[in-house]
């Protein structure tokens, strides 16, 4: 892995002339493109507690949009998905999809929200669980536990798996059973370069002729949690917390200062900047097995319209 610069140049919000903009997301700008397609332009921002961050994560849209890049192509076997290609560092090109209003969590083991319910009710929304398990102990098998899609400011709702058949209908059982192969599949992958999945999320869309599709991300330190074996095991033994390669570094830094999501995010110092930079790169390398180089240049408006132009995506 290269060596993070906290002070390399970062992209908060892309402006691309020549373009129409879509929307912004809490890390995404999406952009509409002349022949139906969409340029979603990661940037560099970062949220938790549903609450977007003044500071960036350095190299972190280019982190995740490579991952992604690279996630995709090897997963198309088990279900299509809205990637096309990725023209610029920081951008890829995808195909419009209706989004279906939920999104799919797969678990491997007994943590966050879920160890939060099950401490408190012996159960996982409608998954009964053994009785005694410990905090991050692994499931026999990988559970599902959906959720709504919540609008920018809202909090998702965690969904029993009937309620999600009653949101999307019967493609349901399809969703449910496509999300599980996909965690193994990703799980295997990780596995083989020292790591495990300790849950991920997908989101599903119906493409232009009605057929389900994966879209967004796949496998990124946001959408994701990832942890390496020898440290997990290690941990567990010692009833401690693991080093977790995803944004929980970011979250307990803003927890330990009381923030819960009410009001403005903290200020980020530059080592759990830097902390965090590594974990996004660090994903990449869990997936592929090789570590990202660094970029040429720093994301810029001007770098991502050359490039997209050079693509022929602008006039």
């Known amino acids: 892995m290269f060596e993070i610069d906290v002070n390399y140049p970062t992209l908060r919000e892309s402006n691309i002339s020549g373009l129409e903009l879509d929307r912004r997301g809490k890390v995404r700008d999406v952009y509409q493109l002349e022949d139906g397609n969409l340029s979603m332009v990661t940037t560099d921002r970062i949220s938790t507690h549903d609450v977007v961050y003044k500071q960036c994560i350095t190299h972190k849209g280019y982190g995740l949009v490579q991952t992604t890049a690279h996630a995709f192509p090897i997963t198309a076997h088990i279900i299509p998905n809205h990637f096309i290609s990725s023209p610029d560092p920081n951008v890829m090109l995808v195909k419009p999809a209706e989004l279906y209003p939920i999104e799919v969590i797969v678990r491997g083991i007994l943590t966050g929200s879920a160890w939060r319910e099950y401490k408190k009710t012996g159960s ?31 909090h998702d709702i965690y969904l029993t798996r009937q309620q999600a058949r009653d949101i999307v209908g019967p493609i349901w059982d399809e969703i449910g059973r496509i999300s599980l192969q996909l965690y193994d599949f990703g799980n295997a992958v990780a596995m083989k370069h020292g790591a495990m999945l300790a849950d991920t999320k997908f989101e599903f869309g119906k493409d232009a002729n009605g057929s389900l599709i994966l879209v967004d991300e796949l496998f990124t330190h946001d959408s994701s949690r990832f942890l390496d074996v020898d440290d997990y095991e290690k941990a567990f033994a010692e009833d401690r917390e693991p080093d977790w390669i995803d944004k929980q570094l970011v979250r307990n830094y803003a927890e330990s200062l009381g923030f819960s999501g009410e009001g403005e995010a903290p200020k980020l110092p530059d080592y759990i900047i830097k902390g965090a930079a590594e974990r996004v790169l660090k994903v990449y390398t869990i997936l592929s097995g090789e570590d990202l180089p660094a970029p040429a240049e720093p994301p810029t408006d001007e770098r991502i319209a050359r490039n997209l132009r050079n693509a022929g995506l602008i006039g």
């Open 124 to 154: 996982v929304l409608d998954h009964e669980l053994l009785k005694g398990m410990k905090k991050n102990q692994g499931f026999d098998k990988p559970i599902v536990t959906p959720s709504t899609k919540a609008e920018e400011g809202l």
